[in-house]
């Protein structure tokens, strides 16, 4: 649903180079944020020719947008507004998931979404297990400077230590 919001309010450029295999193996990823999220996907090869199969229907060439964005590697992507704003999505080729994630970031950054749009979908942490909100930062370097459970260089064993932090764990 996040993602079909940014889409009514930003667009995505692509740039491509035509002979580029990864650009190849990213277009139809591009294409599914078209068809799944409604995503307006522009894309615009920078050498003046268009994708080998491309799953576009059109292409645009280059008017100087890859330089004056910053464009390094091919594919790169980006968020683009109705009022010119562009936000970097990124740049090389990304799975699908990943791709999404990006643009959510990008959104994020760009104020196309709010923080609290954006961090409901960060994954929920469970505190009842969360070891550093059960044992305190105080608590584990008191522990863990008693001299019987290091070496003479100081050096905790990673057994010794694990045991000693299970022990704690079940005290509290």
Known sequence: ELLQSVA???????????NCAQCELQAPLIKNLETTNGFTVVPISVDGSELPD?????????????KKLGVQTYPAIFLATPDG?????GQG???LPELRQRILIASRRS????SEQFNRTR??????????????L??????????????????VEPEILLNNIKRNLGAQ
């Open 123 to 136: 994954p929920v942490l469970n505190y009842e297990n969360n070891i550093a909100e059960q044992l305190t």
């Open 93 to 95: 080729a990304f799975s």
């Open 54 to 66: 491309s799953p576009f229907d059109f292409y645009n060439i280059d008017a100087g947008h890859a």
């Open 85 to 89: 704003q562009f936000a970097p999505v």
């Open 138 to 155: 105080q608590q584990l370097s008191e522990r863990l400077s008693n001299r019987s459970l290091q070496d003479k260089e100081g050096f």
């Open 111 to 114: 104020n196309i979404i709010s």
């Open 8 to 18: 009514s309010k930003a667009g995505v450029f692509f740039f491509y180079e035509s």
